[in-house]
């Protein structure tokens, strides 16, 4: 059995409203009530927080409460913005850094990325910093060389004292929304030389602690053959996390792959 415990989140993204929010949060907790064995966390649009805070709540779920997104600043004048201190309060215990869809269609750069890591995990709050190539840099042959940019970058000024509230995941741009579909190998390629990465920044022993997950249209009928890859220790699920029953298959799938390694 692996050591590292996988992990499975589902980012809902700029879905749900209060009535399915609180369905789907149900279907989810109902649904790993006897599954062990994997670390799960959901990730609702900040209006629906404290909504899906209270159904996990009131199951006396282990899932844990999740935000897309936050601020690097605790208070001020940033109109619009959501700091950690503020997410703690309403529950939160897990915080996403470095999306895709934040880098490539916001516009966020790698060293705002950081800064919002650096204060996710300087609150007490778990970071999941997210990294991955685009179509046209992997045509390139430069998909090592971006993925090792952005864990440089994103990981600048983080001591190795913080990492075991860290969790990466490599999400091949490529792959999400374009019909084009990473290989386990692919995933597991990438994962290697990420977690080749981390040994430089803090040290094998470090690196093997770190878990990586998957993110690049996960869904059930393939994440079985990428879960079982020795270096993916889950995935972030992006549409199949609008279905309670696809969702709760990734995570057993993931805690069966952690079994048999």
């Known amino acids: 059995m692996s050591d590292r415990k996988p992990f499975v989140g589902g980012n809902w993204k700029m879905n749900t409203n209060r009535t399915s929010g609180s369905d789907l949060a149900r279907g989810v907790t109902d649904g790993l009530l006897q599954l062990d064995g994997v670390d799960v966390a959901v990730y609702p649009p900040f209006p629906y927080l404290l909504t899906v805070r209270a159904v996990l709540r009131d199951r006396g779920s282990s899932v844990k409460l999740g935000s897309q997104d936050s601020y690097f600043q605790n208070?001020?004048?940033?109109?619009?913005?959501?700091?950690?201190?503020?997410?703690?309060?309403?529950?939160?215990?897990t915080v996403l850094a470095g999306h895709s869809e934040r880098r490539h269609v916001i516009g966020e750069k790698d060293e705002l990325v950081n800064k919002k890591l650096r204060a996710v995990l300087e609150s007490g709050l778990d970071g999941v910093l997210c990294v991955g190539e685009t179509l046209d840099e992997r045509l390139?042959?430069?998909?090592?060389?971006?993925?090792?940019?952005?864990?440089?970058?994103?990981?600048?000024?983080?001591?190795?004292?913080?990492?075991?509230?860290?969790?990466?995941?490599?999400?091949?741009?490529?792959?999400?929304?374009?019909?084009?579909?990473?290989?386990?190998?692919?995933?597991?390629?990438?994962h290697k030389q990420i977690r080749s990465q981390l040994a430089r920044l803090y040290g094998e022993?470090?690196?093997?602690?770190?878990r990586i997950i998957y993110g690049g249209s996960l869904k059930p009928d393939i994440c079985a053959d990428i879960?079982?890859?020795?270096?993916?220790?889950?995935?972030?699920?992006?549409?199949?996390?609008?279905?309670?029953?696809?969702?709760?298959?990734?995570?057993?799938?993931?805690?069966?792959?952690?079994?048999?390694?």
């Open 227 to 261: 879960f079982a890859q020795k270096d993916v220790d889950g995935g972030l699920v992006g549409g199949a996390s609008l279905n309670a029953g696809d969702f709760v298959t990734i995570c057993k799938a993931a805690a069966s792959a952690a079994k048999a390694k």
């Open 140 to 190: 390139a042959g430069h998909q090592d060389i971006v993925n090792a940019r952005q864990i440089r970058t994103g990981l600048a000024d983080i001591p190795g004292s913080l990492l075991d509230r860290l969790v990466i995941a490599y999400e091949p741009v490529w792959a999400i929304g374009t019909g084009k579909t990473a290989t386990p190998q692919d995933a597991q390629d990438a």
């Open 205 to 210: 022993e470090a690196a093997q602690r770190v």
């Open 75 to 93: 208070d001020g004048a940033y109109t619009g913005e959501v700091s950690s201190a503020m997410l703690k309060d309403c529950g939160v215990q």
